[in-house]
């Protein structure tokens, strides 16, 4: 069951891409569904994912394994926009910045045009 505390809307872009906008708490709770959400997608055939993370108001450790385990189950790499400064600042004290790449939020409205 959905947890409230977490939406996923999803956006197939085109065959091979899809964009996940992700909204209120990713953590210990509510990051299996993103991975399911994922996955289901690249069993769908879109490798390429996007992950706007315009929504997201906590990210937590179970937050940041999610991502990881995104960006090693598919093909492609996974693409983070939207970021805010919380999860940003995670993304480089943990590594994370040079696996998930992420650009500025300023960037990001370019990002969304893609698709």
Do not use: K, N
Request: hydrophobic share 45%; proline share 5%; glycine share 8%.
């Amino acid at each position: 069951m959905p947890s409230p505390l977490l939406t996923i809307e999803v956006d197939r872009l085109d065959a091979g891409t899809a964009r996940l906008r992700v909204a209120g708490e990713l953590d210990f709770d509510t990051a299996a569904e993103l991975v399911e959400a994922a996955a289901e997608l690249r069993r769908d055939g879109h490798q390429e994912l996007w992950l706007d993370f315009a929504g997201v108001t906590l990210c937590d450790s179970s937050g940041l394994s999610a991502l990881v385990v995104i960006h090693r189950s598919g093909t492609a790499g996974i693409h983070l926009i939207d970021v805010s400064p919380h999860v940003r600042r995670l993304l480089d004290r943990t590594g994370l910045t040079e696996l998930l790449p992420a650009p500025p939020r300023a960037a990001a409205g370019d990002a969304r045009e893609v698709g």
